[in-house]
């Protein structure tokens, strides 16, 4: 009975050490497995990120220089449209462009070419000083400002 008794207890001994190793070899494959998942997960969001840092460059964009000023001419630009072709006149603080007024001027166009290339102020002001409709057509002419 001793024998048999003793091969039972290896036997039991055996098989329980074969369970165990099982049981551990299970554990540990099953481990290895949702630890790799996550980094595998990780792994692939970290190209993602570096990726979207390298396409947002920042780009200075320069300021665009607006410039919309009034022109402003001397005399002697004036002085060179002194006649039919082209009729430019100062008048008190401003400059206008009278080329196409000169064959509409219901005083005539002499009136207007005197002052072609000049300083009309004194002529304008005599004639139609304090009249609305001569200054109102005066102000459809203004091409810019006079410079001193
Ligand atoms: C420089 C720009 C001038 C403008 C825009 C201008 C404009 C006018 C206008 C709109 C009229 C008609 C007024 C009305 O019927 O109510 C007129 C008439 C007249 N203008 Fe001028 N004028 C100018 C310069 C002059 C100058 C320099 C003179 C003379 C030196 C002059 C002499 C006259 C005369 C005599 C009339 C009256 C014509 C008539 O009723 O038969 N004008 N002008």
């Not at 008794?5 to 036997?11: F, T």
């Not at 080329?99 to 304008?124: E, R, V, Y």
Request: with cysteine; glycine share 6%.
């Amino acid at each position: 009975m001793k024998p048999q008794n003793n091969l039972q207890k290896n036997m039991g001994i055996t098989l329980g050490i074969i369970v165990m190793l099982g049981v551990l070899s299970v554990t540990i494959f099953s481990n290895s497995q949702s630890v790799n998942t996550p980094v595998a997960d990780t792994s692939s969001q970290i190209p993602t990120s570096t990726t979207t840092s390298k396409t947002s460059p920042v780009k200075k964009v320069p300021t665009p220089v607006v410039t919309s000023t009034t022109p402003e001419y001397t005399l002697a630009q004036v002085a060179t449209h002194s006649n039919s072709s082209s009729c430019w006149s100062v008048i008190n603080t401003s400059v206008y462009d009278l080329t196409s007024w000169i064959n509409s001027h219901p005083g005539g166009k002499q009136a207007i070419l005197t002052i072609c290339g000049k300083d009309g102020t004194t002529a304008f002001e005599n004639q139609h000083g304090g009249q609305r409709r001569p200054e109102q057509e005066l102000a459809s002419f203004f091409i810019g400002n006079y410079k001193k």
